[in-house]
């Protein structure tokens, strides 16, 4: 009876590493742990990461290269759509998202303030920003040696704006950044980001009794 | 957001000296102007090519076939390739394989032995002599390369410019279409069904460069992950000297080159024989070399009508 119930335990022990194991490493589209925002962060959901590569190794040979690129990838636009729109004290003074950006494409980037960011005056504008979510899919393109080189992050952003004049903005941004590793951590050097913002419903009347 | 907010106020004052009314416009509420733009916004940015220093690429077409490295054929198709960063210009002239020149391995003979001869660096030594060119890069590619490139690009979208049948059988009627690899391999080699022969046939060879750039550019406007997808098909068929982060920022600055400012020509010369063989006499000093190897482009009003054959 024991013996049996032991073996049961280690089967359904066995059986959750598995679908664990499969969830953080398996499929097409492996998910990257960090996934998920804690507190005072912002994380896109990882949909999805591939090599492209120059040689003729297969792609599927370099899952774990793109994988690994795909965390530091990740990590710039994660922290780059924090400091963009998310986190309030960055708002109308975005320059740690600039400092995300490489060489000549940091001062564009600057010049570009009101597409890739909240915008200019989001402090004296915005009152919140609400429900902030985005998708994310990785294309590392890899060398002769297939290591990664650069890569295009394909980004999808949305958030409800509540505006200090009450009426609600809901945001999108759509980009392509491609970005390569300047000092180990991977910048941005070139990007095409459009941004297609749309009145929201008006947020309901507080504090008005009928 | 200044801007806008400033733009939504004159549009506001617009409306109201249309006809609303000045007491219209004062009784609207401040707050149904959204602090926040509302609408469509495009910010882009890439790297570019710098300078008003030419850059100059020899692309090579190698007879090699499968098996054999590209640098051991003969040079099918031959051609330069100026772009001037500050111009925003470029400009294609391709080289008859049968042109009789000195080599730099030796000798005066067709220049498409100086491939075969001299590998990669004997190529370009023999056209930088005979044009006065200096290279910063090379690419060469192969039939099979040249076929396995289009293929895996869903094929290439190409206006040919006057009908005119294949020498395998082909038949390429004029107007739009899309080539298979085949196809455009047996574009770029017919040469005997053509009114110029070798100039036109190199002429093509141009046209076909040209195709694939203007099809690399819509697909890149449309989808910016096609620039890697471009990049890695080329690389796996192609042998090249250019560094693969200078690949691109050459692909970024060849997406902003607008066709119409791309000049496709070829060198032309006098028809003759050597040793029982048919070759081609280039014009020596040669204007086309002269005026591509000063700044990196040809504008069209300069060309001479010759150097334009059929189409």
Redesign the interface.
Same mark, same amino acid.
């Given at each position: 009876m024991i013996a049996r119930r032991r073996a049961a335990v280690a089967i359904g022990v066995v059986a959750v590493l598995v679908i664990a194991g499969f969830l953080l490493f398996g499929g097409d589209e492996p998910l990257i742990s960090g996934d998920h925002a804690g507190p005072g962060e912002f994380s896109f959901h990882l949909a999805g990461v591939q090599a492209s590569p120059i040689t003729r190794t297969p792609p599927s040979a370099l899952k774990d290269t793109a994988r690994e690129a795909g965390v530091g990838i990740k990590e710039t636009m994660d922290e780059l759509y924090f400091r963009a729109f998310v986190d309030t004290g960055s708002w109308g003074d975005y320059g740690a998202a600039f400092e995300l950006f490489d060489g000549e494409a940091q001062a564009r980037a600057e010049s570009d303030v009101d597409v890739l960011t909240l915008g200019s005056n989001a402090k004296d504008d915005v009152e919140a920003l609400e429900g902030p979510s985005g998708n994310l899919t990785i294309v590392v393109l890899t060398d002769k040696k297939d290591a990664p080189i650069t890569a295009i992050a394909e980004v999808q952003f949305l958030a409800d704006a509540q505006g200090k004049d009450n009426t609600t903005t809901e945001i999108t941004s759509t980009g392509s950044f491609f970005l390569r590793q300047v000092g180990g951590v991977w910048k941005i050097y070139a990007y095409r980001v459009d941004r297609d913002d749309q009145a929201g419903a008006a947020p309901s009347p507080t504090g008005s009794p009928s | 957001?200044?801007r806008?907010r400033l733009v939504a106020v004159l549009a506001s004052l617009a409306a109201g000296v249309a006809g609303l009314g000045v007491a219209t416009l004062q009784a609207t509420p =401040?707050?149904s102007?959204?602090? /926040?733009?509302?609408?469509? =916004?495009?910010?882009?940015?890439?790297?570019s090519l710098q300078g008003d220093k030419p850059i100059f690429i020899l692309i090579l077409g190698s007879d090699s076939r499968p098996g054999t490295p590209l640098e051991e054929g003969l040079c099918d198709s031959i051609h330069i390739l100026g772009i001037n960063p500050e111009a925003k210009r470029a400009t294609l002239v391709g080289i008859p394989r049968d042109s009789y020149v000195p080599l730099s391995t030796g000798g005066t003979n067709k220049i498409n032995v100086a491939l075969a001869q001299g590998g990669a660096k004997g190529m370009v030594a023999t056209v930088e002599d005979l044009t006065g060119v200096t290279f910063d890069y090379y690419v060469i590619t192969g039939f099979d390369g040249m076929k396995r490139i289009f293929d895996a690009l869903g094929g290439l979208k190409i206006d040919v410019p006057y009908s005119f049948q294949g020498h395998e059988g082909s038949s390429f009627p004029e107007g739009k279409q899309t080539f298979t690899g085949a196809q455009a391999l047996e574009f770029s080699r017919t040469r005997k069904t053509l009114t110029h022969g070798d100039f036109d046939r190199s002429m093509n060879q141009g046209r076909l460069l040209l195709a694939a750039l203007a099809q690399f550019k819509a697909e890149f406007r449309k989808d910016?992950?096609a /620039?890697?997808?471009w990049?890695?098909v080329g690389?796996?068929n192609v042998a090249t000297d250019v560094p /693969?982060?200078e690949l691109?920022t050459l692909a970024?600055a060849s997406s902003d080159l607008r066709p119409k400012r791309i000049t496709n020509l070829v060198a032309v010369g006098s028809i003759g024989t050597a040793g029982g063989a048919s070759i081609v006499n280039l014009p020596s000093p040669n204007p086309v070399f002269e005026d591509v190897a000063a700044d990196g482009y040809v504008l069209p009003k300069d060309i001479p009508a010759e150097n334009a054959p059929s189409g």
């Amino acid at each position: 009876m024991i013996a049996r119930r032991r073996a049961a335990v280690a089967i359904g022990v066995v059986a959750v590493l598995v679908i664990a194991g499969f969830l953080l490493f398996g499929g097409d589209e492996p998910l990257i742990s960090g996934d998920h925002a804690g507190p005072g962060e912002f994380s896109f959901h990882l949909a999805g990461v591939q090599a492209s590569p120059i040689t003729r190794t297969p792609p599927s040979a370099l899952k774990d290269t793109a994988r690994e690129a795909g965390v530091g990838i990740k990590e710039t636009m994660d922290e780059l759509y924090f400091r963009a729109f998310v986190d309030t004290g960055s708002w109308g003074d975005y320059g740690a998202a600039f400092e995300l950006f490489d060489g000549e494409a940091q001062a564009r980037a600057e010049s570009d303030v009101d597409v890739l960011t909240l915008g200019s005056n989001a402090k004296d504008d915005v009152e919140a920003l609400e429900g902030p979510s985005g998708n994310l899919t990785i294309v590392v393109l890899t060398d002769k040696k297939d290591a990664p080189i650069t890569a295009i992050a394909e980004v999808q952003f949305l958030a409800d704006a509540q505006g200090k004049d009450n009426t609600t903005t809901e945001i999108t941004s759509t980009g392509s950044f491609f970005l390569r590793q300047v000092g180990g951590v991977w910048k941005i050097y070139a990007y095409r980001v459009d941004r297609d913002d749309q009145a929201g419903a008006a947020p309901s009347p507080t504090g008005s009794p009928s | 957001m200044r801007r806008r907010r400033l733009v939504a106020v004159l549009a506001s004052l617009a409306a109201g000296v249309a006809g609303l009314g000045v007491a219209t416009l004062q009784a609207t509420p =401040a707050a149904s102007v959204p602090l /926040l733009q509302i609408g469509k =916004a495009h910010a882009e940015f890439g790297p570019s090519l710098q300078g008003d220093k030419p850059i100059f690429i020899l692309i090579l077409g190698s007879d090699s076939r499968p098996g054999t490295p590209l640098e051991e054929g003969l040079c099918d198709s031959i051609h330069i390739l100026g772009i001037n960063p500050e111009a925003k210009r470029a400009t294609l002239v391709g080289i008859p394989r049968d042109s009789y020149v000195p080599l730099s391995t030796g000798g005066t003979n067709k220049i498409n032995v100086a491939l075969a001869q001299g590998g990669a660096k004997g190529m370009v030594a023999t056209v930088e002599d005979l044009t006065g060119v200096t290279f910063d890069y090379y690419v060469i590619t192969g039939f099979d390369g040249m076929k396995r490139i289009f293929d895996a690009l869903g094929g290439l979208k190409i206006d040919v410019p006057y009908s005119f049948q294949g020498h395998e059988g082909s038949s390429f009627p004029e107007g739009k279409q899309t080539f298979t690899g085949a196809q455009a391999l047996e574009f770029s080699r017919t040469r005997k069904t053509l009114t110029h022969g070798d100039f036109d046939r190199s002429m093509n060879q141009g046209r076909l460069l040209l195709a694939a750039l203007a099809q690399f550019k819509a697909e890149f406007r449309k989808d910016p992950t096609a /620039l890697f997808e471009w990049i890695a098909v080329g690389m796996r068929n192609v042998a090249t000297d250019v560094p /693969l982060n200078e690949l691109l920022t050459l692909a970024f600055a060849s997406s902003d080159l607008r066709p119409k400012r791309i000049t496709n020509l070829v060198a032309v010369g006098s028809i003759g024989t050597a040793g029982g063989a048919s070759i081609v006499n280039l014009p020596s000093p040669n204007p086309v070399f002269e005026d591509v190897a000063a700044d990196g482009y040809v504008l069209p009003k300069d060309i001479p009508a010759e150097n334009a054959p059929s189409g």
